[in-house]
């Protein structure tokens, strides 16, 4: 299998950069339900032409490229071995060509081992077949949405929803409230894997199984598939919306699959997946290992296509004040912001994510931070051939994670604005409005269109800390953000989230009885 290699790079790289095109016609239709000039509409159109550079600059769709995981499979006697080491060793490669962000971390030190292998890493399932091909599916799904995943142990009380019994109506419950507890943070507009039965390992596995579905097939369960089609109706009615703005676009597909369960347990588990949809496949020819089709490139039918989708580049006027902002910043123009202003910043900012927010908690830090602005964001950096750093993909992680130190942080450096995505809670909303700073929500995934904004790199510290963590020192020009969070107490997350759960308790009346 000479061309094995090859054809699972360019596998790794098309997951990457090219998003499937059954995700990009739900992305275009949720596009055409937002009212134009809306928040939500920004953001799906800002995400529809991060779609588009990615595949131009066959760059990474979202810097977070998330847990490599395969589900191949074989014909009998084809050597697994021979796979996995030739899977391992495109990973490096995809690694070394900014395709791959370096991902793997040792769980008890820390340490990244920079080349996106180690235990467990990547995740790869196999199984026979009585077939001649050889299948490899591949998903990359990054921890912004990972870290929504839920499981339900039935029965349950569900918050808005009451008691979920051990039928189709408890999980039904537990889907749509599943949608709520993911708000904005897993960068909705999201798509759902269901798993309903087994254990808990098992059900996580069957729904995540469910995302390798095309979005627009039938579940062959009448069923199943009656509750997929009640969940899409239903679960947009929540308007939580793209990246938890408000909207009418929250869920762009849901696919439940069902497995036996033993008596005493009863899961419902669910695998969020962001917009960021990116999972490909191909068969290979056992022989040579070369790539025979692919699997997921049909246009599928009925769908809008790109030119019948309205454009909405940039916000109604009317409703939005835009703002631009120069680091160093003023508490006077910090607080002067309220939320819903889109706030253009051009200058200095500096990365900054779990590690260095940690490690500032009780250290000074190496650039003077003084009505600066911290980005959330760990990016995917290359050495171009001058030995000069080059960002390849660079938009917002999930800030909720910094929630412990942020307060704190702004305190201690003077810091006016954060950049991130989802949100963060109470205490950070306390902190910006005691030490005059805003939070800003930039489109989470949109790695292109923000890598765009970066005119230079200035400098780094903490490489020891891993590409992802370390701290980076970027200049950018007109890279915008949406204020959610002000300094007078404000909070769209709190206000949405709110607004979803009254929307939510609607459902709590039995529909599959
Ligand atoms: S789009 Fe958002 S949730 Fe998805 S991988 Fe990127 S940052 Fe994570």
Redesign the pocket.
Known sequence: MRALKESLLELITETSTNLPPDVRAAVREGKAKEDAGTRSALALSTISNNITMAEENVSP??????MPTFYVHVPVGVNQLEITRQIKAAIVEATKTGKLRPNSVDSLTGANSGDNLGEGVPVIHYEQWEHDEIDVRLI???????NKNIQYSLPCELEGLGRAGRDLDGIRKCVLHSVYQAQGQ??SAGFIGVGIGGDRTTGYELAKKQLFRKVYDTNANPDLAKLEDYIMEHANELSIGTMGFGGNTTLLGCKVGSMHRIPASFYVSVAY????FRRQGVTLSPETGEITSWLYKDEPEGTLQESSVEETESVSKESVREVVLTPPISEEAIRSLKVGDVVTITGGIHTGRDALHKYLMDHDSPVDLTGGVIYHCGPVMLKDQDDKWEVKAA????SIREEPYQSDIIKKFGIRAVIG?GGMGAKTLAGLKDHGAVYLNAI??A?QYYADCITGVDGVDFMDFGVPEAMWHLQVEKFTAIVTMDAHGNSLHRDVESTSLERLAKFKDPVFS
């Open positions: 769709i979202c810097q977070d490229t998330g990359l799904k990054g921890g912004g949405c990972e897993g960068c997946n962001c917009w960021a938009g917002p992680t999930t995505k989470g995934g790695a």
